[in-house]
């Protein structure tokens, strides 16, 4: 686990490495072209640019869907599921409770009811909560590792085409998503309505004992019915809050790379065409300074290959 670790977090670090360097070289490239034939590419690569543009958009709807997918799919699917189980048990329960403590004066009665359905159904949903929280996690995860390799492969198609437009080696490093879902949940147990009417006022506890009976397992039943459908659908909601918060964080996250691409290669030439105009001599000076930068990265990249060959 932790070498598979290490390997991931190297790998990701050599992109960087390679996307850095590719950086240098165009810049150092900018400085040498000729100019009419540097503002012929830059206008290649502003075409490939809006293209590459395009696709992130694409990226978006199909993220957008497929996190749809997971709420309806799993987490709408397993709600019901067990919602209806739970249901189907607290009922049979609370039955089994009523015949054991009918003895008790009617308020007692009620009383102690309530409380056994808020303890069995708050110990199902913990139960239940972590169980989904995991299934969705890993449900996401796979989806952002699908989504990784897209938006690794939308970058590196940019990177090589500039490589090839300005002639520049660009080495593609495949990396794993270092995505995860993040926990935090809270009940809602306490928002409920604490003025819950379970027995009809007073004037139940009046009635003869095996009438007011009758009232308190009917109610009883209903007021299981409400705590179920209350829990259900406010854990639901908190998870499909978090999916969504997870799809925003890691789309921004993806889109930073292209954006981020497309902004290191344009400044990248940028750099070089403004270089040009101070002078030859600053020209050589950011040379060599292009150089000892990428010297440093050679040296980066190399300790990190020999990391990962030790693992």
């Not at 329960?93 to 808020?118: C, G, N, Y």
């Not at 490093?173 to 009417?197: C, H, M, N, R």
């Not at 998870?239 to 993806?254: Q, T």
């Not at 403004?274 to 150089?291: F, H, I, T």
């Amino acid at each position: 686990m932790r070498d598979a670790s290490i390997k991931k977090y190297s790998n990701n670090l050599l992109r960087i490495i390679s996307q850095s360097s590719f950086e240098l070289g165009l810049e150092m490239k900018s400085l040498a072209t000729p100019l009419e034939e540097l503002k012929e590419k830059i206008k290649k690569f502003e075409e490939k640019k809006t293209e590459v543009l395009s696709e992130k958009d694409d990226f978006v709807l199909l993220l957008d869907g497929e996190t749809k997918r997971i709420i309806k799919n799993i987490l709408d699917e397993d709600s019901f599921t067990f919602r209806k189980e739970l249901l189907a048990q607290e009922q049979v329960h609370l039955e089994e409770q009523f015949a054991q403590l009918k003895t008790l004066p009617s308020r007692a009665l009620r009383d102690a009811l309530e409380q056994t359905v808020i303890d069995h159904v708050k110990q199902a949903f913990t139960t239940w909560r972590a169980i989904e929280d995991d299934r969705l996690a890993k449900a996401f995860e796979t989806i952002c590792k699908r989504f990784v390799v897209k938006i690794n492969d939308a970058v590196d198609a940019l990177m090589k085409f500039s490589s090839d437009l300005f002639e520049i080696p660009f080495e593609a490093i495949k990396t794993e998503a270092l995505w995860t879902v993040k926990s935090g949940f809270y009940y809602k147990f306490k928002d409920q309505p604490v003025g819950i009417e379970i027995v009809a006022s007073s004037l139940t506890l009046l009635l003869p004992k095996f009438i007011g009976e009758k009232i308190i397992i009917k109610k009883m039943k209903e007021y299981l019915h409400r705590v179920i459908d209350t829990q259900t659908a406010s854990v639901g909601y908190d998870f499909e809050k978090r999916l969504d918060k997870s799809k925003l964080d890691f789309r921004w996250e993806m889109l930073q790379r292209i954006e981020a691409t497309i902004e290191g290669i344009s400044t990248a030439i940028e750099k070089g065409m403004n270089q040009r105009s101070e002078g030859e001599k600053k020209v050589e000076e950011r040379k060599m300074a292009l150089l000892e930068i990428a010297q440093k990265l050679d040296s980066m990249k190399n300790a990190l290959m020999s990391i990962k060959e030790k693992i």
